[in-house]
């Protein structure tokens, strides 16, 4: 369970770090994840037996239990308080104290005002107080109560079902039993392998031909290079992954078979490594013509974790001991790609590409940094003073003017605006 709760407390802290909107979601989405399988599987004693569709079947079911499992426990409360009233014996207690109750308001009436007109602290704590009664403030008052209840509620169905979840019974599913043959297999993956070999026989000089690449094609640019084929080969990549993920789990094989379903998975897992180093150069040659964005660094780092997720599934292809271990590997490699993105910063890192950009070349792409959260505060923030031009200046000191409300409660502090 500690390494669930570690990393769910890394996530809910970057809640309060990170105010990029992309990755403040992923941290929101994360935390439901590990909530999930801390209730299903933690608390049971079961996360070794996780599987892929565990992962997405457990958040799920998280929420279902704790929509409906705090009902009967907010029932049985409300009938022993009931019962509570209706004993004799403290009604006799409970009556007169609402008694004295109705009575003091006259007197706090009279006392109340004298006692704030002598001390304007205390006058100013009193209006302080009324603005909860105010006409105006009353429906943001009822929607954040409202809300406030709604959690508990959620959160008290959720603890009633991760205490009282019984641990499921272990299937596995027998080589006998899987409906796809080997030879049916084999023929897919051979057909598969085939065509990535002869796309990177053909296109290898173009694949990473970068910058040479783009100078001796007449009428190409950067951004044409990148962006041909990028999106492609990123979700040849994916589909790749579960492609052989697939196929491992519903064909039949034994002995030399799995030998050679294996070592044919290997090989198509190795060309479609090359294809991502292809996806990784591409970006690399546009980042560097037109500056980084948000989005381009997100892709860069989901192309190092989905090569460590290809490189994970090839070893448990080989290993019979973490054959059925893939959704481990893949759960860390999914909550490695948020955490690294927490860890870069990845608004930072943009401006601080885009600056070192223009210092070298003078060019500053505006519309990248217009896009920025708080993050790139203490980078962006200079700039309002070394800019010559006036246009670009201006427009620095309105995304500096929109980034510097201050905190009026302490509901809305967070670290990136401090």
């Known amino acids: 369970m500690w390494p669930l709760l570690g990393a769910y407390g890394f996530f809910a802290t970057m809640l309060s770090v990170r105010a990029s909107a992309f990755v403040t979601t992923l941290n929101g989405l994360a935390c439901l994840l590990l909530l999930g399988l801390l209730a299903c599987l933690a608390v049971p004693g079961q996360l070794l037996e996780i599987r892929l569709a565990t992962i997405f079947i457990a958040p799920c079911r998280l929420l279902a239990a704790s929509l409906y499992r705090a009902a009967p426990i907010v029932a049985s409360t409300a009938d022993s308080a009931l019962d509570y009233l209706k004993n004799t014996d403290k009604r006799s207690t409970i009556w007169p104290i609402l008694r004295g109750l109705l009575f ?9 005002p004298l006692l704030a007109s002598a001390d304007s602290v205390f006058a100013d704590q009193l209006l302080f107080l009324g603005r909860w009664f105010n006409p105006e403030q009353i429906a943001e008052t009822i929607w954040r109560l409202n809300r406030a209840g ?44 085939l065509v990535f070999g002869a796309f990177l026989t053909i ?55 799995a030998i050679g379903f294996s070592g044919l998975a290997t090989a198509i897992v190795t060309e479609t ?89 003078g060019k500053l792409d505006m519309s990248a940094l217009d896009n920025l959260s708080d993050d790139a505060k203490e980078l962006v923030n200079p700039l309002a003073h070394e800019l010559q031009d006036s246009q670009s200046r201006q427009r620095i000191n309105t995304w500096i003017a929109s980034h510097s409300k201050p905190n009026h409660t302490w509901q809305s502090w967070h670290w990136a605006k401090q």
């Open 104 to 112: 003091s308001i006259p007197v706090l009436l009279i006392l109340i």
């Open 150 to 193: 709604f959690v508990a509620w959620l959160t008290l169905g959720g603890l009633s079902f991760a205490l009282t979840v019984k641990a499921c019974e272990r299937t596995s599913r027998s080589e006998d039993t899987r409906p796809l043959g080997y030879i049916e297999a084999m023929t897919v993956l051979s057909n598969v392998a």
């Open 203 to 257: 296109q290898f000089t173009y694949l990473f031909g970068g910058a040479a690449r783009v100078l001796a094609v007449p009428g190409m640019t950067f951004a044409e290079y990148a962006r041909r084929g990028f999106a492609e080969l990123v979700l040849v990549s994916l589909l790749t992954l579960i492609l052989v993920l697939g196929l491992s789990a519903v064909t039949r094989r034994t002995g030399q078979q």
């Open 273 to 361: 490594l090359v294809l991502l180093g292809s996806a990784w150069s591409r970006m690399a040659a546009y980042e560097a013509a037109y500056g980084a964005t948000q989005t381009r660094i997100q892709v860069d780092v989901f192309i190092l974790w989905l090569g460590a997720a290809l490189i994970w599934m090839v070893l448990t292809l080989w290993s019979r001991r973490w054959a059925p271990r893939f959704a481990i590997g893949g759960l860390i490699c999914s909550l490695g790609y948020i955490a690294s993105l927490n860890l870069i910063n990845p608004d930072a890192l943009v401006a601080k590409r885009n600056i070192q950009r223009w210092k070298e070349t």
